[in-house]
């Protein structure tokens, strides 16, 4: 490729963004340090494309990092959000559309008896582990090596996503107290857990883990590891908490839950059940939702939670999500795996491609990904070379290895074929 003698305007714009935003951005893995060079300022979206402020179309595999489902502008979520604006967007009153959205919710994930929205992932965790330390009287909270579950202070420590990426040992600004009640043990590791549980006899409040890991790239669960995290807790008087922001209504209709079949005290939510609008949740067993204000002494509340677009939107998008379009996720998702795997053995690259429904992660590695110190034995300067000759061939992929690739419905079998075609010789090179 020559390179371009004039600046982009995606160049101009960081420039800008620089002086006024940290690193130019508003969510750190945007940012594109894991793999250099300057992110495309996106300006639309439709199905399963974006187009950058210089005009170039990229077929997108970032789905905004998970909510995208249905992929950009899908006609039923827009007809919603049109319908909500012209009524208005905001009340700080109850609405209908809390009611029915809360009871879908229910109807497809039945542990969550009970659920409160709130308006980010982080908020939904951070409210979780309030809940479990309340109803348990205890402090300690166990989570697992590369797990991500929002910014709070006491899930930040040994997190995935962003903080993996930027290779950032821990964050300045959490004091030892708010660390230090943390707990992390190695993901897929039951005898880690439990020898957890024995160096701290009924201190741990709640178990909190990714049912399917998703931002130390994807992993998925060993078999028998959430159940024995079921048994585990089950036994201590530890409730367990599934952060399925991610997995929520992605990995299955029921989520991950239902997918592996094993049945969580606590559920937090997010991404998918927004239909791209701010949003999370949590939810779970209905004594323990009852002891959320006002229904009870825990206090969580916010100006803008179950903000009508929002709920309008993921509404809309699970009102699309019937058995067929799980199955088309399958399809779709195991294509694409099956794609980048091909080319990269054809081209003598090690490449391990975890795969779980439609979220998948190319790991530059020879070895199996189980867990976060095999996830980071991956080349990742060879991901970041094929990454920007992905976005070369019009493909925009997470710009780090440590994040899913997430395909949506909109990635029908001839988008699939037009990723093949940009794939090809993608890997060839240093
Ligand atoms: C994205 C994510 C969060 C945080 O959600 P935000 O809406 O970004 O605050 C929490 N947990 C998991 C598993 C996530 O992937």
Redesign the pocket.
Known sequence: MSKRSTTTRSEELLDQALALIPGGVNSPVRAFHAVGGTPPFMVRGDGPWVWDADGRRYLDLVGS??PLILGHRHPAVLAALRDQLERGWTFGAPTEGEVRLAATIRERMPSVEMLRLVS????A?MSAVRLARAATGRSKILKFAGG????ADPLLVEAG?GVATLGIPGTPGITPGAAGDTIVVRYNAPPEAEAAFERWPEAIAAVIV?PVA??MGVVPPAPGFLAGLRDLTRREGTLLIF?E??TGFRVARGGAQARYGVTPDLT?L??VIGGGLPV?AYGGRRDLMELVAPAGPVYQAGTLSGNPLTVAAGQATLDQLDDGVYQRLETAGQRAADLISGAASEAGVPMIVNRVGSLITPFFTGSPVTDYDSAKASDTARFGRWFHRMLEQGVSLPPSQFEALFVSTAHTPDVIDEFAVALAGSFSGP
Do not use: A, L, P, R
């Not at 980010?120 to 908020?123: A, P």
């Open positions: 990092w998970g980010s992932g982080t908020e965790t991500y579950h929002g910014h996503s990714e998703g931002n952060d922001v991610i937090c997010g991404k999370g």
